[in-house]
């Protein structure tokens, strides 16, 4: 099956801890739910009673064991087998149909933010944790990161915003080199240190793949 971010027995599970956690989202985050869990119930019905028809199908494999092939207790027997296969493909199809529902339904699911992450609709309402050293003092006035940026052409907003959308930027030249620099310094001490063992996935990948990660 395809797996989505958010596993569907935690969410039924915990489905107010889940709605709460969502709601500090905003209202659409929590919009799903409510189809989810009446999805989510439907498909425990039907693997109930698949699970019914497969110990009802043990049992009659087990009585055809000790009957007489000729008789009419064994065709009988074989009969129940026929209705349970076929009472068995539709549950089948039945679940199938369910999880189909359910995936976009589970997609349309945000993660669930951290419970130290505080309440806002802004950057505004970010709450500062911590601070390292002391901000470097200057003899004249300081430029930030975009305007240098934006001068040395190495930071490119205009375009970031045509291909993703606002607060996007296309690093070009020594603006690109520097996060592939770091990148590559990271992976390489923390390979060392850690015992990490790299690897280079394909690039190309299937719809599941994508799902299931992105």
């Known amino acids: 099956?395809?797996?989505?971010?958010?596993?569907?027995?935690?969410?039924?599970?915990?489905?107010?801890?889940?709605?709460?956690?969502l709601a500090r989202r905003g209202s659409?985050?929590?919009?799903?739910?409510?189809?989810?869990?009446?999805?989510?119930?439907?498909?425990s019905q039907v693997l109930q009673k698949l699970q019914?028809?497969?110990?009802?199908?043990?049992?009659?494999?087990?009585d055809m064991?000790?009957?007489?092939?000729?008789?009419?207790?064994?065709?009988?027997?074989?009969d129940a087998l026929k209705r349970i296969s076929e009472e068995t493909k539709q549950l089948e199809t039945d679940e199938r149909a369910v999880l189909a529902e359910l995936e976009p339904l589970l997609l349309e699911l945000p993660n669930l933010p951290s419970a130290q992450t505080p309440n806002g609709s802004s950057a505004e309402d970010n709450v500062e944790v911590r601070r390292s050293g002391e901000p470097p003092q200057f003899s004249f006035q300081a430029k930030?990161?975009?305007?240098?940026?934006?001068?040395?052409?190495?930071i490119d907003f205009e375009r970031a915003v045509k291909i993703s959308g606002a607060r996007f930027a296309v690093l070009r030249g020594a603006g690109a080199r520097?996060?592939?620099?770091?990148?590559s310094f990271m992976l390489d001490l923390h390979g060392r240190r850690a015992?990490?063992?790299?690897?280079?996935?394909?690039?190309?990948?299937?719809?599941?793949?994508?799902?299931?990660?992105?």
């Open 195 to 214: 015992g990490y063992t790299e690897v280079w996935p394909p690039v190309l990948v299937n719809d599941d793949s994508m799902r299931g990660t992105g």
């Open 65 to 78: 064991a000790k009957l007489d092939k000729k008789s009419e207790q064994f065709k009988a027997r074989r």
């Open 1 to 21: 099956h395809r797996r989505p971010m958010l596993d569907l027995r935690y969410v039924v599970d915990h489905l107010d801890e889940v709605r709460a956690a």
């Open 178 to 183: 520097l996060p592939r620099a770091l990148l």
């Open 52 to 62: 019914a028809l497969r110990e009802e199908k043990n049992q009659a494999n087990a």
């Open 28 to 43: 659409a985050a929590v919009k799903p739910l409510d189809a989810i869990a009446q999805a989510a119930a439907r498909r």
């Open 144 to 154: 930030d990161h975009v305007d240098l940026g934006v001068a040395l052409g190495i």
